[in-house]
């Protein structure tokens, strides 16, 4: 029988609050054996992540563990000094945070970070833990590790920082390594690339991995085991390949369902709230419908034309070093109708989020021309762009960094519509934010509340509101659903495409998760390096991709076991 390496024992917790007491995990019970990867999956607020800072030891000072204990190598962990964790923690048990950029140093360049912990833990020298950190480099498949130990965190991408934090939590060596969300903000191709990594680290040292993701198909192509939370409770644990292909619980088959198929299209997504109140509707956008559809939208004249358009950035370096420059768009066409999504996919850094930005003209393009209804739009003048601001919108994918946090919400929605001088007065305006907050799935109870009392899903409704309260014709969603639960992500993309039936709206959709696009999108561009690769019918590029880049991007998408 396989030892126990880490056995949470009916583990509850709680915070103190204002109101009292209130419980937060409630009889949590698993064990971690060795060379073992475990999957934790669930939505945000489940208790995923709670868990793993109890396992570590840090959890805030509010918090209160009322029952269990956790037990590691035999012996239970919570009764640990803070002295005593230290010891522990980074040397036996690690962990890869969320969100690389926050948890690596800003002011401190990489290789003295992943040294650091090396001189903290071993009986290395300096020199000797500088060369320890050069092979975990490699080992992490970083390109140019002599050049990345000495460049700061901001200076390269976010899968190289991801690496730097693999190589960070393996230094010691430890016995676990607990990886939180770790590939949530990645693109498809470099999550695979984090993914394979850590399967083959865990091979090599044969160290137990803890996987905690709200996306049960990307668990199950990395887990032996994978346990399933909701609301503070575990409600299903299984072998992966036996919860993925025979789920038993209603959450874990919602979970898996709120995902869009690649296969076929239903015209509404289910959400875990649908599952659990069965309104599930098993309605399917056919191949006819889907033609007629189009007939419609491209028997008219392109509401957009983007013909030519380049975007170069030129660094300005010092008094004697060279200027360089970086065409991030170049030399890119396409046309978008009335009442059409036209998706937009490619890696990080292809030039995705700058087009949409020269079709803002928040960037203006180097060369090429913008037409909006047939004028071109590189070229009007400052009162003129103020009032296209109405027409083209965006919705940024960051909801919380977008909102002011001193401003209640009721308030940031009926902002843009003062800026418009739309409506008569700010009564006709509160009314308009109140209709618009219930057209988006909140109520007017919302009105008041500031941004840091909504969960991630309700602020990226409160961002759609604000958009739309202008009424525009276009609206750019730049990764507007990257950062979301699979649910929660379900009831937005639902929102969007019940929207656009009924304002007639007309989407660019840019995104990384091609699953996503192929969902939403009547015609789908493939950018790689500036330039489009590919471009036709979603379906069509999906099931008969012409490119190997794109062909690459389909094939990194997870679809479990």
Do not use: W
Request: aromatic content about 6%.
């Amino acid at each position: 029988m396989n030892p126990s390496l880490l056995h949470i024992k009916n583990i509850s917790l709680g915070f103190h609050t204002e109101n009292g007491f209130r419980e937060t995990l409630k009889n949590i019970d698993f064990q971690l054996f060795k060379n073992e990867i475990l999957g934790i999956v669930g939505e945000s607020g489940s208790g995923k992540s709670l868990t793993s800072l109890a396992i570590l030891g840090l959890l805030p000072h509010s918090a209160k563990i009322t029952e269990g204990k956790i037990e590691f190598e035999g012996k239970d962990i919570t009764r640990l000094t803070s002295k005593e964790f230290r010891k522990i923690r980074g040397k036996k048990i690690s962990m890869i945070f969320q969100e690389p950029m926050s948890s690596l140093n800003p002011s401190m360049k990489c290789g003295p970070q992943v040294t650091e912990i090396l001189l903290e833990h071993t009986q290395l020298s300096k020199k000797e833990a500088k060369a320890e950190t050069l092979r975990l480099f490699e080992k992490v498949k970083l390109p140019r590790p002599e050049s990345i130990y000495d460049v700061y965190p901001h200076q390269i991408s976010g899968g190289q920082k991801q690496r730097v934090m693999i190589a960070m939590a393996i230094a010691c060596k430890p016995k676990i390594l607990i990886a939180d969300e770790p590939t949530t903000a990645l693109d498809v191709t470099v999550q695979k690339e984090i993914l394979l990594l850590l399967k083959s680290l865990q091979e090599e040292t044969e160290m137990s991995i803890i996987f905690i993701s709200h996306d049960l198909a990307l668990v199950s192509e990395i887990s032996d085991r994978v346990v399933v939370m909701y609301q503070g409770e575990i409600v299903e644990q299984n072998s992966a390949s036996a919860l993925f292909l025979h789920p038993q619980e209603t959450y874990t088959k919602a979970l898996l369902a709120s995902k869009p198929s690649t296969t076929e299209r239903l015209k509404k997504l289910p959400t875990v709230k649908n599952f659990l109140e069965n309104t599930i509707s098993k309605e399917v956008e056919t191949k006819t419908g889907r033609e007629e559809r189009h007939q419609e939208i491209y028997g008219k004249e392109p509401l957009l034309e983007v013909v030519n358009v380049e975007k170069e950035f030129i660094s300005n370096p010092g008094l004697f070093q060279q200027k360089t420059s970086v065409k991030a768009v170049n030399d890119v066409s396409f046309k978008i109708y009335e009442r059409e999504t036209l998706g937009l996919v490619g890696e990080s850094g292809c030039g995705k989020s700058t087009l949409g930005n020269v079709i803002l003209q928040l960037d203006k393009a180097t060369a090429g021309k913008v037409f909006y209804n047939g004028r071109d739009i590189t070229k009007i003048s400052k009162t003129e762009l103020r009032k296209l601001r109405k027409e083209i919108q965006l919705i940024f994918q960051d909801p919380f960094s977008s909102l002011n946090p001193r401003i209640p919400v009721g308030k940031a929605i009926m902002e843009p519509m003062e800026v418009h001088h739309l409506y008569k007065n700010n009564k006709e305006r509160k009314e308009k934010t109140l209709e618009l907050l219930n057209r988006v799935g909140l109520d007017e109870t919302h009105f008041n509340r500031y941004p840091h009392e909504f969960s991630g899903g309700q602020r990226q409704r409160i961002g759609i509101a604000r958009t739309i309260a202008v009424e525009p014709k276009l609206i750019v969603c730049d990764e507007s659903v990257s950062a979301l639960d699979i649910s929660v992500q379900a009831q937005v993309l639902n929102l969007l495409n019940e929207l656009k039936e009924n304002f007639g709206f007309t989407y660019i959709f840019i995104s990384h998760d091609l699953a996503v696009v192929k969902y939403m999108a009547d015609q789908l561009l493939v950018m790689n390096q500036g330039k489009i690769v590919e471009q036709g019918d979603a379906d069509m590029i999906y099931t008969n991709p012409e490119k190997e880049y794109t062909q690459k991007l389909i094939d990194a998408i997870p679809k479990g076991i």
